[in-house]
Every structure is written in C-alpha cells, then in structure tokens.
C-alpha cells in the first residue's frame, strides 16, 4: 500500500500520469507505436495536467509519444476510414505552438483531410467508421469535433466550425430522448442493424461512455468556439440540460455511474468508472463555465464532488504502489442491454485512466486547499 496518499484533485492527477509513465515508455502505451485515440486520451489528460502544473517531463513525454510515430516530414500511420484516428490530432496543436516545427502541422493537415474522405448520412453526418456504414455514434463528436474547431482557431479554416456544430445538431436530432434528457450511444439512417429502432433507428440503450464523451465534446467546444459566436448559448442550454440529466442518474451511494445510465436497479448492471470520470469533468466544466442557475449550479458542485470522491474511493494500488483505476468498460459497438453489461471490465485501461486525469484536473478548483487536504 502507498505509504502517501495524494491530497489535492492535481496531486491524484498527477499520480495517475506517473503511474503509467513508470509503466510504459510513451511509445509502448497500449496498442504500442500505433496512432491510436486510447493514448490520445490518456495524453490528452495529461496536456491538460501539464498546462497547469507546467512540469516539463510531462509535454516531454507527450512530445515522445507523438515523435514516436510522426517523422520530420509529417508523415504518420493512421487508420483513414474512422473518426477515431482523429482524436490524438489533438496533441499536435501545442507541440506545433512550442516548437515551430513545421511536421505537426503537416500530420494536422492529413487528419484534417481524413474528414474529407469520410462518408456521411444524407444530412451530412459523418458515419463513425465506414464499416458501421450509415452510422452516427455519439463518441465520434469528441473523436473529430474537439480537434476540429482547435484546427479553425490555429489555421484559419472558418468554416470548420460551423461542420462540428451541424454534426452536434444531428445527434440531437436523432438520438436525444426527450424524456430522460440523455442521448442513446447511435443511430442507423437506414434502420437495418438488429439494434436499430424500427422507427427512430436509435440503438436502445443509454451507454455510459458514450455520453461522456458526448459531454466532454461539448464541454470542450465552448472553449474554443469564439465569445461573440450565437452557437456557445444554444450549446450552453443543452449543456446544462445534460447536466441536469447526468445528475439525476447519478447513484446516490457511491456518487459513480452505472455502465447502463438509466439502469442502475437491473442486478447485472454495474457501476462504470470511464463514463463516470467524465461525468465529473463535465458536470465540473458546468459549473466553472457558469452556464447554470444558482441553485442548479450549487447541485453540481455537489454532485460532481461526490462524483470524485467516489472514484477516489474505488482506486486501487500495485506492488509498485502505483495507481491503478478498475472497473472500466472495453471498447464497445452499440447493441442491446445484455451487450454493456455483459462487456469485461479492465483495470488502468488508456480510456478510464485519461477521463480520470481530465476529471481531477478540472475539480482542482471546486475544492479550497484546506477542504482537499482533508478529502
């Protein structure tokens, strides 16, 4: 057992970030030396702690990872048929600011042009991968839209915001539920996967991570999304409202989530670390953006504080005294309830250990240095 227990939000993050650098070389983090959104967001995680803290081995180690598969020309493997070879895109924009060189820029541009190749539904919505053909998931809004508007704001390209925010509208269109407030994981155009709603295409089931990501997604575009935009207060009322739907689903117990959102009295249904990890960071986004009245906002605050300090009673540790986070879904396509919850769980998984990084982050400031010391 750690002989030291981190006291601050910052210090749990920045003990999850050593505990996997001391497990892996950057290049190594699983699946090793392959452009992947699984260390995207772990290294996204860790961006965020190293913006705050400003210890170099951290962008050092970014930098490597990114290095590791980016020559000097800007050259880089990736996947061309799917969102998700986007999302580590997002590494690329602060390594081109801090050192000029010319390649992360270039690798920014193929991504970019990744999105020109991509099929899309008859309303333009991009399909999460072209084998899930006709296919809108919520995880693809973070896996391309975080890094297209960060491409708009460094390279001028206007006109990408306004595609992120069509493709934000389309999820709403077809996949948000009225009456829980959720989203469900996807939709089918066409209607033809057994999972499909006949009549709506939805797939039946409130995943999770798949609504973090969504949350994180919108989060993070009222960050980049300019101050004069009209956009930021339809997304800031939407996100509000998903908020609010958050919270009412949050387990009044163990302050987590369950891996079926809406389910948490189904026996089989568990309580799903990844999703909940982001359930926090975005509840905590929330509250900082200001965008909730002041009752709703103090229930926030409330509900993303107990949100944490249930993760951080769920931590476990290794031999090594190192960090490691359980219960964290695998990847996942969409389907029926008996598909989540019968998905294996992982410990330390790239997924949950990053959205953890991101949510304690992001808490660092809902806690005064005295209250964190006693948490």
Known sequence: MIGSLPQTPMEWAQKACDSLMDTYKAGELPPAHRWHYHQGVFLCGMELLWKKVREDRYINYIQEYVDDLVDEQGNLYFARDELDAVQAGLLLFNLHERTGKPKYRVAAGKLRHLLLTLNRTAEGGYWH??????QMWLDGLYMAGVFSLKYANAYGEEGLREEVLHQERLMRKYMKDEDTGLLYHAWDERRRMPWADPETGCSPEFWARSLGWYGLAVSQFMDELPEHDPARAELAAELAGFVQALIRYQDAESGL??????????????????GSCLFVYTIARAVKLGILPEAAAQEAAAAARKGYEGLLQVLEWDEQDRLVLPDICIGTGAGDYNSYVTRPKVSNDLHGVGALVMACVEMQELYPAEEADSV
């Open 257 to 274: 989530w369950y891996q079926v959102v809406d389910k948490g009295h189904e026996p089989d249904n568990w309580l799903e670390t990844s």
């Open 129 to 134: 991968k072209d084998k899930y053909a006709h």
